[in-house]
């Protein structure tokens, strides 16, 4: 018996560009029979795509966007043809890519559900015996007799996967839908998607979850651009996928900080000693700025000597003309060929940022200090509040000479706290001419 449910030889899909001068109104097209015609422009979202899935098989689809994903998912629901090559699957198919496309704002949550399940290929009996375990799925016992233009888009959402989830089918395909509702809703349509691949079922996933990708998936097709870059184990894909994202969007952003930065910014020396010069170790957009920054000690002395295991404390003062949105502050170790031995941020350790105007001070302490020996330097700035670009960053600017045997912690990690206050005083950093 063939195990293969999906087949894809040379697929591809294109659609038409727009026109942005095509004919709006009657005279416009008549007068357009009399000219020469543009010729039609069309672009390929997808191109020669070969591979096949697996009877049973959980397969994720990754990409950046544009890169085909959707069209993909469409092509295998059936909703389009081909342009190009061919595309074979075999068995009943039933779909989470749009949720709720297909429900009516008059009628009530119950009536929604008879109507989602009997176009979705159930029975009205069917749809009877399923329907208090899709209400308590979608924990709307309350609501469910009333009009769906009473529920909210969270409600909504939730009866649609509901509904969708107890179809029954060979292959289950989910469109970007792995978000709905609160966190403990999400796990339990996490697990009821997980139950579904135990009991045989084929399952495509098009998420940008990486955490839940690797939850569910064995296999991940990676695609870029339309093709097929890597297809492979779901570990091994992801953690390339998310290595070449996370280096795309940092060259992005440092492209983005490059060209705010000033020309004509003043040189700088912060009170610990550190000459600030913009576009050779200071970069940024100075909509924020670093005002200055100190390195202490476990007492609060002034140092740049450590051993490991010590306490560092940093204290970054900055400086906000006008309000900031949730700011980012983040703090690396590197050496000098840039490779970074430690890095942290405000987000990833729990310290979200409001509304930033005005002077203040960040503190940072890492203790115990578990990298070295040698020679290495503090990278430290503040970005704008999705890491598009930095506001103000300092560039290997901070040095700290380390002594030690870094054997003796190896296995304890850094920990790092972070405490903001406000300030009113003047600023301590020296202005060089």
Not at 281 to 293: K, L, Q, T, W, Y
Request: glycine share 8%; charged share 20%.
């Amino acid at each position: 018996m063939d195990q293969s449910v999906v087949v894809a030889r040379g697929l591809g899909k294109r659609f038409r560009r727009y026109n942005p001068d095509r004919p709006w109104t009657f005279q416009e097209w008549l007068a357009s029979c009399f000219r020469r015609r543009a010729r039609q422009e069309y672009f390929w979202s997808l191109r020669n795509l070969d591979f096949t899935v697996d009877r049973g098989r959980t397969v994720g689809i990754v990409g950046p966007n544009g890169a085909g994903k959707s069209t993909l998912l469409r092509l295998l629901a059936g909703i389009g043809r081909p342009d190009a090559g061919t595309l074979q699957v075999n068995g009943r198919l039933s779909g989470l890519l749009s949720l709720g496309a297909g429900f009516h704002s008059d009628l009530t949550g119950r009536e929604n559900v008879f109507v989602t399940g009997v176009t979705s290929g159930l029975t009205k009996q069917e749809v009877a015996e399923k329907l208090d375990e899709i209400v308590e799925f979608a924990e709307l016992a309350q609501a469910i007799d009333a009009p769906l233009r009473t529920y909210s888009t969270g409600m909504q959402m939730r009866l649609a996967f509901a509904v969708a989830i107890h179809v029954q089918s060979d292959i289950l395909l989910v469109d970007e839908v792995l978000a709905v509702g609160d966190q403990a809703f999400q796990r339990k349509c996490l697990a009821r998607i997980d139950r579904l691949k135990q009991s045989g079922c084929t399952i495509i996933i098009v998420s940008h979850d990486s955490w839940a990708l690797r939850e569910l998936c064995d296999e991940v097709i990676w695609l870029e651009q339309g093709r097929i870059r890597q297809h492979g184990p779901a570990d091994d894909i992801l953690t390339r996928y998310s290595a070449a994202m996370n280096d795309s969007a940092r060259l992005r952003a440092q492209r983005e900080t490059i060209s705010r930065t000033p020309q004509d910014h003043p040189v700088r020396q912060t009170s610990s000693g550190a000459v600030l010069r913009t576009g050779e170790n200071r970069f940024g957009s100075m909509e924020m700025h670093i005002a200055d920054v100190q390195i202490l000690d476990r007492y609060g002395v002034p140092s740049w000597n450590f051993n490991i295991g010590d306490l560092v404390r940093l204290e970054i003062e900055y400086e906000a003309p006008e309000p900031v949105f949730s700011p980012i502050f983040g703090v690396a170790i590197v050496d000098s060929e840039g490779q970074v031995h430690f890095n942290a941020n405000t987000p990833n350790d729990g310290m979200a940022m409001s509304i930033v105007k005005g002077r203040g001070m960040m503190r940072v302490e890492i203790e115990p200090l578990n990298v070295g020996p040698g020679t290495l330097y503090l990278d430290i700035g503040i970005y704008q509040r999705e890491w598009s670009y930095a506001y103000d960053y300092h560039s290997g600017a901070h040095a700290l000479r380390i002594s030690g045997n870094a054997a003796d912690l190896s296995n304890q990690p850094i920990q790092i706290s972070w405490s903001h206050q406000s300030l009113v005083s003047a600023p301590r950093t020296i202005a060089l001419t």
